[in-house]
Structures are given as C-alpha cells and as structure tokens.
C-alpha cells in the first residue's frame, strides 16, 4: 500500500463533489486501508494523506517547485 498508517491528526471537515466512480474507488480505498492496517479511517479522513503522498510522488511537479523557487 502507498499510503502508510495515518499519524495522529486533528479532524479537518472537508467537502467535494466527486464523480460516482471515484466515490466508489475511495470507499474502495478506504476498505483496503482498514484490511492493511486494522483500523477503520472515514474516506474524508484519509483524502489529505492520499494528495499528500500523490504530491509528494510527482517528480515533475517538485521540480517545477524547485526551479519557480529557485527564480529570483
């Protein structure tokens, strides 16, 4: 699994509007998580971490980063 165990957080109340089929794939999701980890985290709870670690992965977008950054 990409996404590792949730650390300890305060709840932050998030609201989207999502296509039905990925409504499913992040119930999905969140069901694989709670098999991988035993622990049951609600979908929204777990939407933060999942872009976080997308972010985190996109080797373009960091060096994109790196170089607007770098610009003076």
């Not at 999502?18 to 991988?36: G, K, N, V, W």
């Not at 971490?49 to 994109?64: P, V």
């Amino acid at each position: 699994m990409k996404l590792g165990k949730l650390p300890d957080r305060t709840p932050v109340k998030i609201t989207i509007v999502l296509a039905p089929s990925i409504a499913r794939r992040l119930r999905e999701y969140a069901d694989f998580y709670a098999e991988t980890y035993g622990s049951r985290e609600e979908v929204a709870e777990l939407i933060p971490f999942m872009l976080e670690a997308f972010l985190e992965s996109d080797s373009t977008f960091k060096k994109a980063k790196k170089r607007t950054q770098a610009e003076p």
